[in-house]
């Protein structure tokens, strides 16, 4: 049985989170959404996590201050505050597909 990372995605937006949960888990992550920091807080209580991506501009919580509490109790888990990180994943993905492609079209 092969273990994947699992990544805690943190948006207030919904389809943001869906986008980002679903491009992640395309590529072989495990994913765990929350919509908001607080939740993330929570979540973190009772899910072993890898990596932390969450939206910078948030309501209550910014992905500021959620690193802040993070590293309070967990310290040696990584995160990423973006508010572009779905643009981004859009295109490191279409990247791998365009490398795959070229790499496709060389051996015929």
Avoid at 26 to 50: C, H, M, W, Y
Wanted: glycine residues 4%.
């Amino acid at each position: 049985m092969v273990i994947r990372p699992s990544i805690l995605v943190v948006d207030d937006e919904p389809n943001s989170l869906f986008g980002i949960c679903q491009v992640l888990t395309d590529e072989g992550f495990q994913t765990i959404p929350a919509k908001d920091g607080r939740e993330a807080l929570e979540k973190l209580k009772t899910n072993s996590v890898s990596l932390i991506i969450t939206d910078e501009k948030m309501p209550d919580l910014s992905g500021m201050e959620l690193l802040s509490e993070v590293k309070k109790t967990h310290p040696h888990i990584p995160l990423i505050a973006d508010r572009k990180i779905f643009p981004r994943l859009l295109f490191f993905r279409l990247l791998r597909i365009l490398r795959y492609l070229l790499l496709f079209s060389e051996l015929v």
